[in-house]
């Protein structure tokens, strides 16, 4: 718009320079002449538009007439509309001068706000309102309104719509006491199906593979419960929930086993996989980490091959949950000072002839 303002000031103050030598018989003659013309252009077009440099320009032109002059000049437009141009010109420049003021409520502290979005989030049972008492019982001085307007701008719900309990925080709340089990299938190489028993620990992330069989039969699979009883009656583990799927080779015997032993048995609901969600997601580690890496032979290659996978999985490969240390074995001190990091002696170990690789330290 600049550009044609320019453009059209240049070309306006040339015009200006023609009309100078000419005389009053020639102006008159000229402007019955641009009168005409403009009678036989309001005859054709209905409405005329005009751009915001047309509109400026005829506003700086016009606007030094007196009304009643104004009034009977012939425009496309009415006069009215000329002065609102104007007007609006001034306007423009005076805004563009002026540094406006900010209105209403000055703007909450950042650190507040994240402190506000931090209780909504801790706890899912707490208002606005309940929110607003705890900044004030730390000293903290902001209106209850302005905690409401916060958690509306995040897109959190109230208080009643966000204490519903999901399967993932349900799961992470009762860590300690759960335990996940389930069948998964493996095809061998000649196309056998093979059946795999394994057992999940919430809180560590501790696996027991307990057994692979082609025929999971009910007195198998009471076995393994038998030989699961045992195996944390060793390590110490103080489980009171399973959970397991609706399959049918869990039997009712299966289950009287552990209850007898004080664990009580959480059956997944129809279509409902997030209530089994870790064992599932170790079953999808287990077969991409391994299953789809090797060809297994017979039942006796595939026990070595998850023997060995187990192995790894507790005692070396890292987890999110637990800060990148493995559930049987804690993170190392980190090294201090960091002087020797810069002549690191790093040896990898082989596992499954170099299916698995684990990595440390050279003695």
């Not at 389930?182 to 196309?191: K, P, S």
């Not at 394994?198 to 699979?221: F, K, N, Q, S, Y």
């Not at 789809?292 to 070396?316: C, G, K, P, V």
């Amino acid at each position: 718009m600049l550009l044609r303002l320019a453009y059209l000031a240049a070309t306006n103050t040339f015009a200006l320079l023609r009309i100078l030598p000419m005389s009053d018989r020639e102006k008159d003659i000229e402007i019955l002449a641009l009168r005409h013309q403009l009678l036989v252009l309001r005859r054709q077009v209905d409405r005329p538009l005009f751009t915001d440099t047309d509109r400026a320009v005829l506003a700086g032109l016009l606007h030094l007439l007196p009304m009643d002059k104004l009034r009977r000049f012939l425009l496309l437009v009415r006069p009215d509309t000329v002065l609102r141009w104007h007007r609006d010109l001034l306007k423009r420049r005076h805004a563009a001068t002026c540094v406006p003021k900010r209105r209403g409520r000055p703007p909450t502290v950042r650190s507040i706000r994240a402190l506000v979005l931090r209780l909504a989030r801790e706890n899912s049972s707490w208002g606005y309102r309940r929110i607003h008492g705890e900044l004030a019982a730390l000293g903290i001085q902001v209106a209850a309104s302005t905690v409401w307007e916060i958690l509306r701008e995040h897109g959190i719900p109230p208080a009643p719509e966000r204490q519903r309990t999901r399967w993932a925080d349900f799961l992470r709340s009762q860590a300690e006491a759960l335990l996940a089990c389930d069948l998964f299938e493996v095809r061998t190489l000649a196309g056998a199906h093979l059946y795999v028993f394994a057992v999940i620990e919430h809180a560590t992330r501790r696996v027991r593979i307990l057994g692979a069989t082609a025929h999971p039969t009910a007195d198998w699979i009471v076995q393994l419960g038998r030989n699961l009883l045992m195996d944390l009656e060793d390590a110490g583990n103080r489980a009171r929930f399973l959970i397991r799927d609706r399959d049918s080779k869990f039997t009712a015997a299966f289950d009287a086993l552990l209850t007898d032993a004080g664990i009580e048995i959480v059956t997944t609901g129809i279509r409902i996989p997030r209530m089994n969600s870790l064992i599932e997601r170790w079953i999808q580690t287990c077969r991409r980490e391994l299953l789809d890496r090797i060809l297994i032979w017979n039942q006796s290659h595939l026990l070595y091959a998850l023997r060995e996978f187990e192995t790894h999985y507790n005692e070396h490969r890292p987890h999110r949950t637990l800060g990148q240390a493995a559930p049987l074995r804690p993170l190392p001190e980190p090294i201090n000072p960091p002087a020797p990091l810069g002549n690191l002696d790093v040896r990898r170990r082989n596992r499954l002839s170099g299916t698995l690789h684990e990595y440390q330290h050279a003695a």
